[in-house]
């Protein structure tokens, strides 16, 4: 056996530095290499005074019985997770309090999950100001089932018994997550008479592999915007009421159903803009970790399994970032505060999606990002492997620029969505109150501009 040794590398880099880094360690010695990946992300220190209000947050802290609580919120206090759903993931009454405990301590609204029974509302209802029952029931008529068996399942087992305990717990009845907001589904229960019965609808809206916002999938089942449109189609409709987007989001499976790492933050991101945009109070990623729900463990090519912000703990025990998660860190910085996400209309073409966020402490920033180019993802479904693009590479081929305003002596900053500012200009007279900004699918932020000519 060879000396043992120590082999110390110090990284340092300024407050322009923040952001997403890949180390790939390769070790030689004798006849063996040992190669090893490290993701790992610099954030800068930041308290988040908002988080009561916040529509930002990602469902399920997973807290399994064998996976500390302590490591999952050390993440939550960092990336500004506001809400979250689960309420009972452990099989342990004391790992289920101590968890809702933690969360109540940071100010976390709590989304309970959809199996929840009496008892359990007795055990844990202090903890949440929303009641659902059931989860996704009328994805089986999506999938073929008769409209009418599937409402009266959904109803004997799941509505009329939380109906019951909603009202006996004094919680607001929750329509359970409601698979991509299928308008048959809204109608039956609108023609039911369950439609008053409730004050909030859950959505679940997915558009997996396809972007967010791929305008030829709005009319198809699996549209994440289709699913937006359809359930705020639904409420001018049948009649207004509050909606949470409670699951959304992207998995990162080595198979040509799934997405790039940096696609999954690029994607998220655009989930959390247009599920505001929308009216939802609430737009929640799936999930914090990878995770699956058929067990734990790393499992290479299931799809259910790669949906985490973060990976699952490794053999030391470290959480470990994916893009998305620091994506989500650097997104409720930059928009903490958040009281309106608009679409500006009058800017840019249809290709470009531009939005003025107006934020409490931070003024007005403008969100954008371009579907000029699209990615392989995002024009084929077939299944198979995927060979991944790294996720330091730039994916974004193609570009388009749209005009601005900004006053003369106004600095102009571009941001792009791990924190990394990436043009700053202070405005001149010589400008004529125009700034020219480059998009690209890709997420950006804005700041010292608006979309309106200097008058």
């Given at each position: 056996?060879?000396?043992?040794?120590d082999?110390?590398?110090?990284?340092?880099?300024?407050?322009?530095?923040?952001?997403?880094?890949?180390?790939?360690?390769?070790?030689?010695?004798?006849?063996?290499?040992?190669?090893?990946?490290?993701?790992?992300?610099?954030?800068?220190?930041?308290?988040?005074?908002y988080?009561?209000?916040?529509?930002?947050?990602?469902?399920?802290?997973?807290?399994?019985?064998?996976?500390?609580?302590?490591?999952?919120?050390?993440?939550?206090?960092?990336?500004?997770?506001?809400?979250?759903?689960?309420?009972?993931?452990?099989?342990?009454?004391?790992?289920n309090?101590?968890?809702?405990?933690?969360?109540?301590?940071?100010?976390?609204?709590i989304?309970?999950?959809?199996?929840?029974?009496?008892?359990?509302?007795?055990?844990?209802?202090?903890?949440?100001?929303?009641?659902?029952?059931?989860?996704?029931?009328?994805?089986?008529?999506?999938?073929?089932e008769?409209?009418?068996?599937v409402?009266?399942?959904?109803?004997?087992?799941?509505?009329?018994?939380?109906?019951?305990?909603?009202?006996?717990?004094?919680?607001?009845?929750?329509?359970a997550?409601?698979?991509?907001?299928?308008?048959?589904?809204?109608?039956?229960?609108?023609?039911?008479?369950?439609?008053?019965?409730?004050?909030?609808?859950?959505?679940?809206?997915?558009?997996?592999?396809?972007?967010?916002?791929?305008?030829?999938?709005?009319?198809?089942?699996?549209?994440?915007?289709?699913?937006?449109?359809?359930?705020?189609?639904?409420?001018?409709?049948?009649?207004?009421?509050?909606?949470?987007?409670d699951?959304?989001?992207?998995?990162?499976?080595?198979?040509?159903?799934?997405?790039?790492?940096?696609?999954?933050?690029?994607?998220?991101?655009?989930?959390?803009i247009?599920?505001?945009?929308?009216?939802?109070?609430?737009?929640?990623?799936?999930?914090?970790?990878?995770?699956?729900?058929?067990?734990?463990?790393?499992?290479?090519?299931?799809?259910?399994?790669?949906?985490?912000?973060?990976?699952?703990?490794?053999?030391?025990?470290?959480?470990?970032?994916?893009?998305?998660?620091?994506?989500?860190?650097?997104?409720?910085?930059?928009?903490?505060?958040?009281?309106?996400?608009?679409?500006?209309?009058?800017?840019?073409?249809?290709?470009?999606?531009?939005?003025?966020?107006?934020?409490?402490n931070?003024?007005?920033?403008?969100v954008?990002?371009s579907?000029?180019?699209?990615?392989?993802?995002?024009?084929?479904?077939?299944?198979g492997?995927?060979?991944?693009?790294?996720?330091?590479?730039?994916?974004?081929?193609e570009?388009?620029?749209?005009?601005?305003?900004?006053?003369?002596?106004?600095?102009?900053?571009?941001?792009?969505?791990?924190g990394?500012?990436?043009?700053?200009?202070?405005?001149?007279?010589?400008?004529?109150?125009?700034?020219?900004?480059?998009?690209?699918?890709?997420?950006?932020?804005?700041?010292?501009?608006?979309?309106?000519?200097?008058?």
């Open positions: 056996m060879g000396q043992a040794s082999y110390t590398v110090t990284i340092s880099a300024d407050q322009t530095g923040y952001g997403m880094y890949f180390l790939n360690w390769q070790v030689t010695s004798g006849n063996y290499t040992h190669k090893e990946y490290y993701p790992f992300a610099l954030l800068d220190d930041y308290t988040y005074q988080n009561a209000t916040s529509p930002f947050g990602i469902v399920q802290i997973l807290g399994e019985d064998d996976i500390s609580y302590d490591d999952s919120f050390s993440i939550v206090n960092k990336i500004g997770i506001a809400s979250t759903r689960g309420a009972y993931m452990s099989s342990t009454y004391a790992r309090i101590e968890f809702l405990q933690k969360a109540k301590q940071k100010g976390i609204r989304i309970p999950n959809g199996g929840l029974t009496d008892e359990k509302a007795q055990n844990y209802g202090a903890y949440f100001e929303d009641f659902i029952a059931g989860n996704e029931q009328n994805l089986a008529s999506i999938n073929g008769p409209m009418d068996i409402f009266q399942n959904y109803y004997d087992e799941f509505f009329a018994p939380s109906e019951i305990m909603a009202n006996k717990y004094n919680k607001n009845h929750v329509i997550g409601v698979s991509a907001g299928q308008t048959a589904w809204y109608q039956k229960l609108y023609d039911e008479g369950l439609w008053n019965q409730f004050e909030k609808i859950s959505l679940h809206s997915y558009g997996i592999p396809y972007a967010p916002d791929n305008v030829s999938m709005l009319p198809y089942t699996w549209s994440m915007e289709g699913g937006l449109i359809r359930t705020v189609n639904a409420l001018e409709t049948l009649g207004d009421k509050p909606f949470m987007l699951e959304t989001g992207y998995h990162t499976a080595p198979d040509l159903r799934s997405v790039d790492l940096r696609t999954q933050a690029d994607y998220n991101t655009r989930c959390f247009l599920g505001t945009s929308y009216g939802a109070e609430y737009t929640g990623t799936y999930c914090l970790l990878d995770y699956s729900n058929g067990g734990v463990g790393t499992i290479l090519n299931d799809m259910e399994y790669h949906f985490g912000n973060f990976y699952y703990p490794d053999y030391y025990g470290r959480i470990l970032p994916k893009p998305a998660g620091i994506a989500f860190a650097f997104m409720t910085r930059q928009l903490e505060g958040v009281t309106d996400i608009t679409e500006c209309e009058g800017l840019g073409t249809a290709e470009e999606r531009i939005f003025k966020a107006t934020t409490q931070k003024g007005t920033i403008y954008a990002w579907n000029c180019g699209k990615l392989g993802n995002d024009t084929s479904s077939s299944s492997l995927r060979e991944p693009t790294m996720p330091w590479e730039n994916q974004w081929e570009s388009t620029t749209v005009n601005f305003y900004a006053q003369t002596g106004s600095t102009v900053t571009v941001t792009d969505e791990m990394k500012q990436i043009y700053s200009h202070v405005m001149t007279e010589a400008d004529g109150g125009v700034i020219a900004i480059t998009l690209t699918g890709a997420t950006v932020y804005i700041s010292g501009v608006q979309d309106t000519p200097i008058s």
